[in-house]
């Protein structure tokens, strides 16, 4: 991780002719470079205030109120989080393109109209998708807050004679704001780091940003410096903005307090519970229930705009993806190799630091934990840059090999894997294994017998986030693959300048498909440990 | 068989000792508690004993072979002991037999033998019914119960418990001390108890060794330090206590104030004019409306105090009373039965016996 970053600095810095901060004056004054900054900055603002709005609105409701079928919207909004933005976004060019957009041929038969309702390949539309794939995380950051929120804090200031209105500005808001703007900053930080969803939607409209600017320095002529020297005020700002996220929430210490114990009631919604909840579904089917059905229509339609009558139905769309079309078994194979691996390597990894850092075993397991954390503030295509300098010169050369992307991977889901595995191990009490230790147990059999079964379920699910991440991982593969080490998500990219819009989704659905069979495969191992020792 | 000795024990953590300079020694068989408020070290000496922490200084000696010291350190799983925790600790992903039968896996016993041993633990801890239960299909109580027996299949030489039973409603806590009392009596191990609880630490021990900030302050059964405590902190960290500053004068006397002299035990003599306390407590202080009456007692040797009741509690087995005294705004708390009944403002006067009257030092 070092080595690729130290790289990206020292390429920034690399005119043709020696050292010198041309690369930097260049971003800095040529006007195209300093739109797409500025894009950046606007979509990634708008983003993070309507994820804010429709996450909080939906964790509140789904907390603290009556509302119906909870759990079923909360698998959707998980639906919504596994679901790979750069397939939202296609998903959403044929929904609201502006000419053949299904939801726009409707508007004009309806109207009889000759313009178009919506034009996804705008701003608006870009910060559209892109909010609606980041308010899960707004989602679960708000969510936790509000299961700690106990009603007795609430009934201190009803007591002292504040009304509902009074009580959610003067009690629940801010003990919730930390969190609010906590969720802000990581949908802010989520579409800064996107690649996928604006490419898609923003390149037809010669809208860049930085991602894409990035990306379309890389293309022919390649202009490492420049991409380089862009890289770094993404970087710069990435590392900006989540050590304010970390004080930000450093100070949330106060919103967990009577955490414990506290019950908490739910407000009855009375007459608005149908109403609202409608609301709920219909902002869902944005992000789900339209996007999955129009990827579902296009897979199995010869013609994906024509209603899905018998004629229209075939099956052509996989047999041409999976035996015909050239790339694609490869990528395929590709992905789900590179996913177990990366998977299986990264848990490993993860484990082991985690239980190092957690037990204390060797001194100085704090930075470890820093190293393992430090991917973080690394969006995947500036990784992706710093891996391309450093390993297409020796001593390393592992550029055209599935090997840079498989470091890729493990460097960016690091972060997730180690998070995860550091709660499985927090979660089990040092006491349970001095307990084996004094009776007779040495460390090795302490693993053995009581660490190793009872961190099980929670590295399953460590290495299924891993695989998960990796199966959908856009914006590092895109400047790392060759026309040999192919990955599923940069076909569907490819295939996107073809047209072959079958293809895509049916690709697309093996994806999510694959994605929420893992996920399923973890809450059956996670129930029945449940079931077997409950808490 | 065993018996235990910490000599000039120190542990440190980042510089600040948990435990310095601890000397302690427990006889074979003897259930000795470690007692002390939260932060006096005591679970860190627990844990010492148990081999999950090596000392700095010092040593620990069970049956005068070292086991731990600077240099040397046998491990936990080698020093024949067992420990329950104040988490219980009974692991979740074993039913209660095999929680009971996992230390068993390490002595090279028949199946039948150890089935055989388990068995019967489970049924001396009223668990036999639930062998086949995970813990979480069990109270506080029943898991508590779990670790004990899991404690003592393998016939330990030494049993360490931390804290055991401060998870515990208090009914089931007062039910446990003397199941544990129970237990120690039945297999009569060498038994090292750490509590905060003062009475859980008098029902359960031969001996009690209260500590203060890292070191064992006094070291003796219940009735010597409740009776006889050296300082001020023992004697106010034990049961209700008034402590009355004072100086030391000729003839066991302690001077409190202004012509207030007090008799008190005949314990080491100190230099006049040393700062001392006198620890009284409430109850065996006896009231009294009259002056004669007052009079009479002092004649035959009690201390006398006169005062002004200043507040009344009842506790419907006992009046509390504050007793203010005209010197030094001093108070005296004082329990009196419920058939003593002062209004407030009333004057009266306090009697005790100088052998309730104990000096103390400071911490």
């Known amino acids: 991780m070092l080595l690729p970053l130290g790289w990206i600095f020292v390429a920034s810095l690399k005119g043709e002719g020696g050292w010198s901060i041309d690369g930097y004056v260049q971003v800095f004054s040529e006007t195209a470079f300093l739109k797409a900054i500025w894009n950046t900055l606007i979509i990634s603002f708008w983003v993070g205030v309507i994820a804010v709005l429709i996450g909080s609105l939906l964790a509140w409701l789904v907390t603290r109120t009556d509302l119906p079928l909870k759990r079923t919207i909360r698998a959707l909004v998980m639906a919504s989080f596994v679901t790979p933005p750069f397939l939202g976004a296609f998903a959403w060019t044929l929904l609201a393109g502006p000419n053949a957009g299904l939801l726009n041929k409707i508007y004009r038969s309806v109207t009889g109209s000759e313009e178009a309702l919506f034009n996804i390949f705008s701003m608006g539309g870009l910060i559209f998708v892109m909010a609606l794939y980041s308010f899960p995380y707004v989602f679960s950051m708000i969510a936790n807050v509000c299961e700690l929120i106990s009603s007795d804090l609430e009934d201190a200031a009803n007591i002292l004679g504040a009304n509902k209105l009074k009580i959610a500005l003067t009690v629940t808001l801010p003990l919730t704001a930390p969190a609010l703007l906590g969720g802000f900053i990581l949908a802010f930080l989520h579409s800064l780091s996107l690649f996928g969803a604006p490419a898609i939607l923003g390149l037809p409209a010669s809208i860049h940003t930085v991602t894409t600017q990035i990306w379309a320095l890389f293309q022919y002529p390649p202009r490492l410096d420049l991409a380089a020297a862009f890289s770094v005020p993404l970087l710069l700002a990435t590392m900006l903005l989540i050590a304010l996220q970390k004080k930000i929430l450093g100070r949330r210490g106060y919103s967990t307090v009577g955490g414990k114990g506290g019950e908490r009631r739910l407000l009855h919604l009375g007459i608005f519970r149908i109403p609202v909840f409608v609301l709920v579904l219909a902002i869902l089917s944005l992000s789900v229930f339209l996007p999955y059905w129009i990827l579902l229509k296009a897979a199995l339609a010869k013609a994906w705009a024509q209603p899905l009558t018998w004629d229209n139905l075939t099956l052509e769309n996989f047999r041409f993806a999976f035996f015909q079309y050239g790339d694609t078994q490869d990528a395929i194979l590709n992905t789900f190799k590179l996913g177990i691996l990366t998977a299986t390597v990264g848990t490993m990894i993860a484990a082991l630091i985690a239980y190092i850092t957690n037990r204390q075993l060797l001194w100085g397991a704090r930075y470890l934990s820093f190293f393992a954390l430090a991917p973080l503030v690394v969006p995947g295509i500036v990784l992706a840059v710093g891996l391309f300098i450093a390993y297409t010169r020796p001593p390393f050369v592992l550029y055209g090999t599935i090997w840079i992307l498989f470091i890729a991977y493990l460097t960016k889901e690091m972060p997730i894997g180690f998070s995860q595995a550091e709660t499985t191990f927090k979660s089990i009490h040092p006491e349970l294994e001095d307990a084996s230790r004094i009776l007779g147990a040495n460390r090795l059999q302490v693993l053995k017998d009581v660490t190793a079964p009872l961190a099980r379920t929670g590295l399953i699910a460590t290495w299924c986030f891993i695989f998960i991440g990796v199966i959908r991982e856009l914006s590092a593969s895109i400047l790392l693959f060759t026309p040999k080490s192919k990955v599923v998500s940069v076909v569907i990219f490819d295939l996107k300048e073809e047209g072959q819009i079958g293809v895509i989704a049916v690709l697309g659905m093996l994806l999510l498909l694959v994605s929420f069979l893992v996920i399923l495969a973890v809450q059956w191992a996670a129930g029945r440990e449940v079931l077997a020792t409950r808490e | ?363």
């Open chain 2, 1 to 363: 068989m065993a018996t235990v000795a910490l000599k000039r024990l120190t542990k440190r953590f980042s510089e600040t000792a948990a435990v310095e300079d601890l000397n302690l020694e427990i006889g074979d068989g003897e259930f000795v508690s470690l007692l002390g408020p939260s932060g006096c070290g005591k679970t860190t000496t627990l844990r010492l004993i148990a081999g999950f922490l090596q000392p700095e200084e010092g040593e620990i000696q069970v049956n005068q072979q070292v086991i731990s010291s600077p240099s040397l350190l046998v491990p936990p799983e080698r020093r024949n002991m067992s420990m329950i925790f104040q988490s219980y600790a009974v692991w979740p992903h074993m039913t209660v037999f095999q929680n009971v039968a996992y230390g068993l896996k390490f002595q090279k016993l028949s199946r039948i033998e150890s089935e055989k041993k388990v068995e019967r633990l489970l049924q001396l801890v009223h668990l036999e019914a639930l062998r086949e239960r995970y813990p979480s299909e069990l109270s506080g109580g029943q898991q508590q119960r779990v670790a004990l027996a899991r404690a003592l299949v393998v016939e330990p030489q030494i049993l360490l418990l931390d804290e055991p039973l401060s998870n515990l409603d208090a009914n089931l806590r007062e039910e446990m001390r003397f199941e544990i009392r129970r237990l120690h009596e039945e297999f009569r191990i060498t038994t090292i108890y750490v509590t905060h609880d003062q009475a859980e630490a008098m029902v359960t021990s031969d001996r009690i060794a209260v500590m203060y900030q890292g070191k064992v302050v006094q070291v003796g059964t219940a009735q010597e330090i409740f009776e006889r405590p050296k300082t001020a902190f023992v004697a106010e960290f034990i049961g209700k206590t008034n402590i009355l500053k004072g100086k030391w004068e000729e003839g066991s006397q302690v001077m409190l104030g202004e012509g207030l002299l007090v008799l008190v035990a005949a314990t080491e003599s100190r230099k006049r004019g040393a700062e001392v306390s006198v620890c009284l407590r409430p109850h065996n202080i006896s009231l009294t409306g009259s002056a004669s009456e007052a009079e009479q007692w002092r004649q035959k040797g009690y201390n006398l105090f006169a005062g002004v009741i200043q507040r009344r509690i009842y506790f419907g087995d006992a009046f509390d009373y504050l007793v203010e005294l005209p010197v030094n705004h001093l108070t005296l708390r004082v329990v009196a039965s419920p058939s003593q009944r002062y209004d407030l403002g009333k004057k009266v006067f306090a009697l005790a016996h100088p052998d309730h009257c104990v000096p103390v030092g400071e911490s």
